[in-house]
């Protein structure tokens, strides 16, 4: 039998072990090398002790394995989200001062029950704002993430605005701040559902918790950086308003240049209404799909009444389809028409499609599921698109459905497309047919 240590010089003539750090493998970092022989034990450092301190602290601002871990969009989103951030807090400062010298502090008439009462009614009329603005557009807001974060902020800077024109108007203080509090109110509702929404886009590794909670961690440094700043420009801006003014409306003009850039930078991946349109417009004409980056650049994400088409008083392709249409505004002849494609087109289909005039109508199965949904809205834009070539008989669109829908599907699928439902406001009204 060979002697213990005879033995543990075999197995020690050369053993090194690698220490590295990090949590992901694409983003691991080694830190030390140890070499264990028989008789001694040498280490190799690598990297400093400030490194290492430097590498926690980025750790509690950005999601682990950064950035192999988040989507492409991520860094320039939250650059330019941190900027408006910044804006909306040093502007926060002025507002809040102009609103607690119209309440009155600091003046001997003042009474304390008339600064909380006034503070109270303002407070409420915000929440009682936030839940009616969910109840008429709750389940909307993930169809048009990019459109109600632009809102969300613009509802903001309108409620800094109307506390810093408050004591302009004393007679109509408690109107003006209570406006002032509804208008912000909007803003939380819209803006927790839209980041909601972005938060799940940016997680690649299903870690949305954590980019979450990195999110709120540069959210309180801004505010901090914020305040700091905004208590310093209030201070030096005392008893001057035009200087308040000033201040106030080019932070504004700056935090709404942010919010337009950081919205802008986002390529999403799940497919809304008008996404879903302008990429069957450039399959049908050119057979292939576009990327979500590409998609990015042509969307509009202005809202309707802030755009050209304002002025104008054009729709766009998807404008043109209603999905989910009543059973009970139906006539006659329109009952009948429906029949017809029930018994032939879609007698395997969960759904019914109805031409109006300019408009395609879609009534939904109750059992229809979301990928029925889907199937059913693209197949109505491609009524709107070929109407011209349908009605001359150069195209079947029924034909087009079955034949190249799938091919169109796979190839979205392939391009990085989310292809499990659509994005679009919520289906109240559904239908059952036999």
């Keep these: 039998m060979q002697p213990e240590g005879s033995e543990n010089e075999q197995l020690l003539s050369s ?9 992901s493998g694409t983003k691991l970092s080694r830190t030390a090398i140890l070499t264990a022989t028989s008789s001694s034990l040498a280490s190799t450092r ?11 602290i980025i750790g509690a601002f950005v999601p682990e394995g950064f950035p192999s871990s988040v ?40 009474t304390v029950i008339g600064a909380t009462f006034q503070w ?18 709750g389940s909307n807001l993930d169809s048009n993430a990019k459109m109600w974060r632009l809102v969300a902020d613009f509802m903001n800077d309108l409620g800094m605005l109307m506390d810093l024109l408050s004591p302009l108007f004393p007679s109509a203080f408690v109107l003006i701040v209570c406006l002032g509090s509804i208008s912000r109110s909007f803003t939380g509702v819209a803006s927790g559902a839209t980041r909601a929404a972005l938060t799940q886009h940016f997680a690649l590794e299903r870690n949305a ?57 986002l390529s999403l991946t799940t497919l809304n209404c008008e ?19 590409q998609v990015s650049k042509m969307e509009h994400i202005l809202p309707f009444w802030a755009s050209w ?15 989910g249409a009543k059973a009970s505004s139906l006539r006659h002849s329109e009952i009948l028409e ?3 494609s029930a018994k032939s087109h879609f007698k395997l289909a969960h759904y019914l499609l109805l031409e109006k005039k300019d408009n395609i109508v879609i009534f939904v199965h109750k059992h229809a599921t979301n990928v029925d949904i889907l199937m059913a809205f693209f197949n109505a834009l491609l009524l709107l698109s070929l109407r011209e070539e349908i009605k001359h008989g150069q195209t079947d669109s029924h034909k087009w459905m079955d034949e190249h829908y799938p091919i169109f599907i796979s190839k979205l699928q392939s391009g990085g497309w989310s292809t499990e439902r659509l994005l679009s406001p919520s289906i109240v009204w559904r239908a059952h047919w036999d």
């Design 309 to 323: 088409r304002r002025l104008t008083n054009t729709k766009l392709l998807y404008e043109h389809v209603q999905l």
């Design 338 to 340: 429906l029949y017809k």
């Design 120 to 137: 109270f009614l303002r407070d409420f009329t915000g929440m009682l704002g936030g839940i009616l603005f969910t109840f008429y557009q």
């Design 209 to 265: 918790a954590d980019i979450s909670a990195k999110e709120g961690s540069q959210e309180t440094l801004a505010t901090m950086t914020g305040m700091v700043i905004g208590m310093l420009l209030a201070h030096i801006t005392r008893g001057h308003a035009l200087a308040i003014w000033i201040s106030f409306l080019s932070l504004t003009m700056f935090h709404l240049y942010a919010n337009y850039k950081a919205v802008q930078c």
């Design 275 to 293: 996404r879903s349109s302008i990429l069957l417009k450039h399959f049908l004409e050119t057979g292939q799909v576009l990327t979500p980056q």
């Design 15 to 23: 053993f090194t072990i690698e220490e590295w750090r990090g949590s």
């Design 71 to 110: 989507t492409p969009d991520y860094v320039p989103f939250q650059i330019w989200d941190t900027f408006q951030g910044l804006s909306t807090y040093i502007r926060a400062m002025l507002s809040t001062q102009a609103l607690l010298s119209a309440i009155g502090v600091g003046e001997t008439t003042a």
């Design 46 to 56: 690598f990297g400093t002790r400030w490194g290492q301190i430097w590498s926690s």
